[in-house]
């Protein structure tokens, strides 16, 4: 089975802090994917990589980054956070073949006050 | 991106089938049909896949139209674990990112 997982199932942070949301997968997967959930909203996608240290912007990345050092380690940063970015976070890979089904972890909801 | 249309919610007794319907009239032929349902205060997870015929697997079934343009989930004795969030999304062969819909809220009366 493949396993996805994410650091923190639940992270309450302060306005301004610096937040690191750490997701690992077991599959050697090439794409890797971060989505934020909100109410009314659905499913948004910030950012995306698909191989070792490159990225892609998604739909909303304004207030984030990401790093990709290893293939299994996907990371989103908030720089500096804000109430806004309260929310859940998904991390999810892509299977490199057909039919590309992926992947989700648990998620992560962040409370920022 | 080819969208979908589903729904927004279905209501469902427990151990009756049920049939969840999405329509992609933009589908174009390099399009995989995938479903993933979302079980309250988790991540979305992979349901079942098709292309062209109808796919059976442990989850559910999945029926598409002769013409692409529609397809239908089926749960076919619905339990209350069942109960959650169904989204219909169009994936081209080649692999790409998945676009989420609002998808479908099945709730399950026992």
């Known amino acids: 089975d493949v396993k996805v997982t994410q650091s923190s199932r639940y992270l309450v942070k302060r306005t301004g802090e610096k937040v690191f949301l750490e997701c690992v997968q077991d599959?050697?997967?090439?794409?890797m994917f971060w989505y934020r959930q909100d109410p009314g909203l659905g499913l948004r996608l910030i950012y995306f990589?698909?191989?070792?240290?490159?990225?892609e912007k998604g739909d909303i990345p304004e207030g984030y980054s990401v790093s990709r050092e290893k293939k299994e380690r996907f990371s989103l940063i908030l720089e500096s956070a804000s109430t806004n970015q309260t929310s859940m976070y998904l991390c999810?890979?892509?299977?490199?073949?057909?039919?590309?089904?992926?992947?989700f972890g648990p998620g992560t909801r962040l409370t920022v006050t | 991106d080819a969208k979908t249309t589903q729904p927004n919610s279905m209501e469902s007794n427990e151990e009756e089938p049920v049939h969840l319907p999405c329509n992609h009239s933009?589908?174009?032929?390099?399009?995989?049909i995938h479903w993933y349902r979302q079980l309250p205060s988790q991540g979305p997870e992979y349901v079942i896949h098709?292309?062209?015929s109808n796919v059976n697997n442990r989850m559910a079934s999945l029926a598409i139209a002769e013409d692409r343009k529609s397809s239908t989930l089926i749960l076919h004795r619905a339990t209350l674990r069942d109960a959650a969030v169904y989204y219909c999304?169009?994936?081209?062969?080649?692999?790409?990112?998945?676009?989420f819909g609002e998808g479908t809220q099945l709730t399950v009366n026992p």
């Open positions: 990589s698909y191989d070792v240290k490159m990225k």
């Open positions: 999304i169009l994936m081209k062969t080649s692999g790409s990112r998945l676009t």
């Open positions: 098709g292309l062209t």
């Open positions: 933009t589908i174009s032929g390099t399009d995989y």
């Open positions: 999810a890979t892509l299977r490199d073949e057909p039919p590309y089904e992926q992947y």
């Open positions: 599959m050697d997967h090439e794409n």
